[in-house]
């Protein structure tokens, strides 16, 4: 029986001793990364768990925004968008099926009869219906579009010209500054997460 409890005594001793190494693993990680890889990386992981809110650049022009940590990321248009709010730009959506639309002549009813995913909320006095269509986000008030979003993670593409040629995001700055020119201003954007 002594021997029994001798070796459970020591397998105790040999789990703590783990333990405490991989304890001091992490730590030294940790000191590490603060010490030598700098605030940066401490930021993305408080930002990542919702305690701190990230910042990214945005490149606003006159009638719509790009934005994203290494801008292009995100396109966004509508009334309340850009520099000259209450117009929306000259671009041209193209849909996955081929389906192209021009974004001043986009209607609710076309937007519509591409998703089943659709929501209402209240805003104030006036209500928003939102579509979501291969992960874009288009708002409606008053059958008017008044913002849409069109996130790297979608499919749609956006045109200049109705005949091309189409771009998929993310673009690079160059191609940005290709397409839009200089932007009105950069600003930031906060958002939780990435």
Request: glycine share 8%.
């Amino acid at each position: 029986m002594e021997t029994g409890d001798g070796h459970r005594q020591q397998n105790r001793f040999v789990t703590r001793t783990k333990k405490i190494g991989v304890s001091a693993l992490i730590v030294a990680v940790l000191a590490y990364v603060i010490c030598f890889r700098g605030p940066s990386i401490l930021d993305a992981v408080l930002v990542q768990f919702g305690f701190r809110k990230a910042s990214i650049p945005v490149a606003v022009y006159e009638t719509f925004s790009i934005s994203g940590r290494s801008v292009g990321t995100e396109l966004r248009f509508g009334t309340m968008v850009g520099e000259n709010p209450g117009r929306l730009p000259t671009l041209y959506l193209k849909h996955p099926e081929g389906r192209c639309f021009s974004v001043s002549e986009l209607s609710e009813q076309d937007v519509s009869r591409l998703t089943d995913d659709i929501r209402t909320y209240e805003n104030g006095a006036a209500f928003w219906t939102v579509y979501i269509v291969e992960n874009c986000r288009f708002v409606f008030e008053d059958g008017k579009l008044v913002e849409a979003s069109i996130p790297k993670s979608s499919d749609i593409q956006f045109a200049l010209h109705k005949d091309g040629p189409y771009y998929r995001l993310p673009i690079s700055r160059e191609t940005m500054y290709e397409l839009f020119g200089k932007p009105k201003r950069w600003g930031r954007e906060s958002v939780m997460g990435f």
